[in-house]
């Protein structure tokens, strides 16, 4: 019997989407904005189109992000999403309708997992497969997971932070944090507005986290000063002044304490056989958010356990619902259908 449909993994995140295609890999890596036109609510662009038009967008068109904490906030949105995903890798014209893997954050509940299916139902999938992602970065990196040790991995996207422990195919421990990349930004946001009576943008903001963003102190020579723009809340008018990396770190330190509390909430829950494996191979990080800079140096400075990126850290989760859609029988007990 041969199989024509498609077979797709989709890794829908908070700041960035990518969609896997069975056979090619990764085909597609997209921002999750959408800009909806308010006239007759037609999606007018997603991905990095509709990412340009952020903050810049006339009274008749609203881009906004229709995920937010790594679940589904804008029903509507998030499906017109996933139909303008399958179509770009499909084809608008799909004879065989594909068959869809979504990863979800761990501690989603059943209400929010069974939003994702339907809106992937509703796009044109002829069966949607749901598979925890922590699960699934732990697959994209590599892990073997169906061994009996156990393996630790932190996945820290835009929207969320999960760490669990993984051991013979399935989640043993797991916390899900919503605290991820766009409160590291909200924080830099709120500090240079308290500081300097700045207002910046999310680019600005997201420019400022990667070019001077570090977990921890760095060292006098490494110290680096970026040059941001706004618009000054007091007098209303376009303004621009300089902020150093150390300024950053400090401002951010509150958000990355909360995401090691995440850590060391399942370091804790963690049967003592599985803690002594994971003292052995350290933490795996994956997730954008991941890559800050020092990020691995300070949970390994918080929890005393060794920390290290994974090989591809952003695509991790995208990968690994790839692998699981492609070996879904090795996998199945631990992806739900419908």
Same mark, same amino acid.
């Given at each position: 019997?041969?199989?024509?449909?498609?077979?797709?993994?989709?890794? @829908?995140?908070?700041?960035?989407?990518?969609?896997?295609?069975?056979?090619?890999?990764?085909?597609?890596?997209?921002?999750?904005?959408?800009?909806?036109?308010? #006239?007759?609510?037609?999606?007018? %662009?997603?991905?990095?189109?509709?990412?340009?038009?952020?903050?810049?967008?006339?009274?008749?068109?609203?881009?906004?992000?229709?995920?937010?904490?790594?679940?589904?906030? =804008?029903?509507?949105?998030?499906?017109?999403?996933?139909?303008?995903?399958?179509?770009?890798?499909?084809?608008?014209?799909?004879?065989?309708?594909?068959?869809?893997?979504?990863? %979800?954050?761990?501690?989603?509940?059943?209400?929010?997992?069974?939003?994702?299916? #339907?809106?992937?139902?509703?796009?044109?999938?002829?069966?949607?497969?749901?598979?925890?992602?922590?699960?699934?970065?732990?697959? &994209?990196?590599?892990?073997?997971?169906?061994?009996?040790?156990?393996?630790?991995?932190?996945?820290?996207?835009?929207?969320?932070?999960?760490?669990?422990?993984?051991?013979? &195919?399935?989640?043993?421990?797991?916390?899900?944090?919503?605290?991820?990349?766009?409160?590291?930004?909200?924080?830099?946001?709120?500090?240079?507005?308290?500081?300097?009576?700045?207002?910046?943008?999310?680019?600005?903001?997201?420019?400022?986290?990667?070019?001077?963003?570090?977990?921890?102190? !760095?060292?006098?020579?490494?110290?680096?000063?970026?040059?941001?723009?706004?618009?000054?809340?007091?007098?209303?008018?376009?303004?621009?002044?300089?902020?150093?990396?150390?300024?950053?770190? @400090?401002?951010?330190?509150?958000?990355?304490?909360?995401?090691?509390?995440?850590?060391?909430?399942?370091?804790?829950?963690?049967?003592?056989? @599985?803690?002594?494996?994971?003292? =052995?191979?350290?933490?795996?990080?994956?997730?954008?958010?991941?890559?800050?800079?020092?990020? #691995?140096?300070?949970?390994?400075? !918080?929890? &005393?356990?060794?920390?290290? @990126?994974?090989? =591809?850290?952003?695509?991790?989760?995208?990968?690994?619902? &790839?692998?699981?859609?492609?070996?879904?029988?090795?996998?199945?007990?631990?992806?739900?259908?419908?």
């Amino acid at each position: 019997m041969f199989n024509f449909s498609k077979r797709i993994g989709i890794d @829908l995140g908070t700041a960035n989407s990518l969609v896997y295609l069975a056979g090619a890999g990764i085909v597609l890596n997209e921002p999750t904005v959408v800009a909806i036109s308010t #006239d007759d609510n037609k999606v007018l %662009a997603v991905g990095n189109e509709a990412k340009e038009m952020l903050g810049r967008t006339p009274g008749n068109i609203t881009a906004s992000r229709p995920m937010r904490d790594g679940v589904i906030a =804008d029903y509507v949105i998030t499906e017109a999403m996933i139909r303008f995903f399958l179509d770009k890798v499909c084809g608008s014209s799909r004879l065989f309708k594909p068959e869809v893997m979504v990863c %979800a954050p761990a501690g989603v509940t059943s209400v929010e997992k069974r939003a994702i299916l #339907d809106a992937t139902l509703s796009a044109g999938a002829k069966t949607a497969f749901l598979i925890d992602e922590p699960l699934a970065a732990a697959i &994209g990196a590599r892990i073997p997971i169906a061994n009996a040790s156990g393996n630790m991995i932190v996945d820290i996207g835009g929207g969320t932070t999960e760490a669990a422990v993984i051991c013979l &195919g399935g989640v043993v421990v797991h916390s899900s944090v919503r605290v991820g990349g766009n409160k590291i930004d909200e924080a830099i946001q709120i500090y240079v507005r308290k500081k300097y009576n700045l207002i910046i943008g999310e680019r600005m903001t997201e420019e400022i986290k990667i070019k001077a963003g570090s977990a921890m102190p !760095q060292k006098p020579n490494e110290i680096t000063k970026i040059e941001v723009r706004g618009r000054d809340s007091v007098t209303g008018l376009p303004k621009s002044i300089e902020v150093s990396s150390e300024e950053i770190t @400090l401002a951010i330190h509150e958000i990355l304490l909360k995401i090691i509390g995440a850590i060391k909430g399942v370091l804790e829950q963690t049967p003592p056989e @599985l803690a002594s494996d994971i003292i =052995d191979k350290g933490i795996i990080m994956s997730g954008g958010t991941s890559l800050l800079r020092n990020l #691995d140096r300070f949970v390994t400075e !918080q929890t &005393g356990v060794p920390a290290a @990126l994974a090989e =591809d850290p952003l695509l991790c989760v995208a990968l690994g619902t &790839g692998t699981a859609l492609e070996n879904l029988d090795l996998y199945k007990r631990s992806v739900s259908k419908r």
